[in-house]
């Protein structure tokens, strides 16, 4: 790791100073991704400045909502009675995210920031028709996932929080890499009373998408068996030593229908 | 340089090191600590597991400073004198290690994973352990160590 300099922020706003003071300054919150980044030599930021003591971890639960902390780790969210009760898939998407160790560090914050377009809390946050909160302003998911590993972030305004409306029923299902256990492919069904709503990530060139003809079967009839027979178009989807685009189109569908099944 | 303090297996240490240093660095080369290992770049293979306030993390993935003013328990710090943890009992009469490079990161997840749950399936204690890799066992000893540890941790 290249040297750099650490600093603890005392709050959002200290943090957000501290970041527009640095040359090339990086946030750092659960590590998970940055840390391995900076191990491989990838990044090099003059400053590294920790949001551990912003008071950002904390999950309360509205009426018709769960508004988590940016700093909350995975397996707070996983482990919560009110997520679970409210929000299953949302609780099992965060059960699910690499292993118990990257899940007591890792934040929803960090993984909404990165945008990585195989990590699973991107699929929930725009099934849900989430908002974002920063130190600046509100973003609605639809306008948040700007493209792989591209947020409509500015390079120094900070996520506070993340709010997630209550679904009626809602389900997260992955094909993990065997080996890194990130989504190849991984689809969130989110069933509203005006309708379903069906994220898909690990697949897109862009990054985290909604699958509209799925949307519409599912709105039509909520059974896995609307989804027989479908096929998606190979267009746009990711091709690696992986899967296939062919592959990963034929994964979206059978994630959804696994999905619904689970609801 | 800045001062990083932290109590590591009950003592109090504290030490100038370099912001960019790992926790796992920290432990072995300015503590001597080396029971915790490295076998990775990527944050994968769980050998460097320790406890940082009671929850398993990866070592090599987070700074000393992130640790700063925690309390941090390694291998070395679980035996009670000549006596072994019940876990590291377990993995030595159930034949849970062959070489033992993954084993004191296997260790201190199945601390974890009992103590947060007395009632582990071996369905449990796989996914439990999905951050740790072992080269050599194929894991089934390894699981019927934690079902027996389990068991005397009051499981
Ligand atoms: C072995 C392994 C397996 C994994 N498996 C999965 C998986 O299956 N699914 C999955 O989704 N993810 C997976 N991850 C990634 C993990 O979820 C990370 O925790 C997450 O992507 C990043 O969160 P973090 O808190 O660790 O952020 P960090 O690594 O600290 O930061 C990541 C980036 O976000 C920025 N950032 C952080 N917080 C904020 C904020 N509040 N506001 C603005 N910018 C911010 C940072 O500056 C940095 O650029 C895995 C990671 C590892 C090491
Ligand atoms: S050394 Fe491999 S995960 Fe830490
Ligand atoms: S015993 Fe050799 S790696 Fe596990």
Do not use: W
């Not at chain 1, 509205?62 to 009675?81: E, F, L, P, R």
């Not at chain 1, 409210?86 to 292993?99: Q, T, Y």
């Not at chain 1, 909160?133 to 700007?146: G, L, M, Q």
């Not at chain 2, 090599?60 to 700063?68: K, P, S, V």
Request: hydrophobic share 40%; net charge negative; aromatic share 4%.
């Amino acid at each position: 790791m290249y040297a750099t300099d650490y600093v603890k922020a005392a709050d959002v706003a200290d943090a957000a100073a501290k970041l527009a003071a640095a040359d090339d300054g990086k946030l750092l919150a659960g590590g998970q991704t940055l840390l391995p980044t900076l191990k491989q030599r990838l990044a090099s930021p003059d400053k590294l400045i920790d949001l551990a003591g912003c008071g950002l971890s904390s999950i309360s639960k509205s009426g018709d909502a769960i508004k988590i902390g940016a700093m909350t780790c995975h397996a707070d969210v996983a482990n919560h009675k009110d997520v679970a009760a409210a929000n299953p898939g949302l609780a099992s998407l965060a059960g699910g995210i690499g292993d118990r160790q990257v899940r007591n560090c890792g934040t929803i914050g960090g993984s909404v920031a990165n945008n990585d377009p195989a990590a699973c809390y991107p699929a929930a946050v725009l099934a849900l028709g989430g908002t974002i909160h920063t130190s600046k302003r509100d973003i609605a998911a639809e306008d948040f996932f700007v493209g792989m590993f591209e947020t409509a972030l500015d390079e120094d305004e900070i996520i506070t929080a993340v709010t997630l409306p209550t679904p009626q029923k809602s389900a997260y299902i992955k094909f993990p890499n065997p080996a890194s256990r990130y989504a190849m492919v991984g689809v969130f069904v989110a069933q509203f009373a005006d309708g379903v709503r069906v994220a898909v990530t690990g697949a897109g060139e862009d990054g985290v998408f909604r699958a509209s003809d799925i949307e519409a079967a599912l709105t039509a009839k909520f059974d896995a068996a609307s989804l027989d027979g479908m096929t998606m178009s190979e267009d746009g989807l990711m091709g690696d030593i992986h899967a296939s685009p062919a592959y990963r189109a034929h994964l979206i569908v059978e994630m959804a229908r696994r999905a619904v099944a689970a609801c | 340089m800045p001062t990083v303090s932290m109590k590591v297996n009950g003592q109090s240490v504290s030490h100038d090191v370099a912001d960019n240093t790992l926790l796992v660095t920290f432990l072995r080369e300015t503590l001597g600590l080396t029971g915790t290992h490295i076998g990775c770049d990527t944050s994968q293979c769980g050998a460097c597991v320790i406890h940082v306030n009671g929850a398993s993390v990866k070592s090599c993935t987070m700074l000393a400073a992130q640790a700063n003013g925690a309390d941090v328990t390694t291998i070395e710090g679980i035996a009670n004198g000549d006596e072994l943890h019940p876990m590291q009992q377990a993995f030595h009469e159930n034949h849970g290690l062959q070489c033992g490079f993954c084993t004191p990161g296997m260790i201190m997840s199945a601390i974890e994973l009992v103590e947060t749950n007395k009632n582990l399936s071996e369905q449990d204690i796989r996914e439990g352990l999905e951050g740790n890799i072992c080269r050599c066992t194929g894991y089934h000893n390894i699981v019927k160590s934690v079902q027996d540890a389990a068991q005397k941790m009051g499981g």
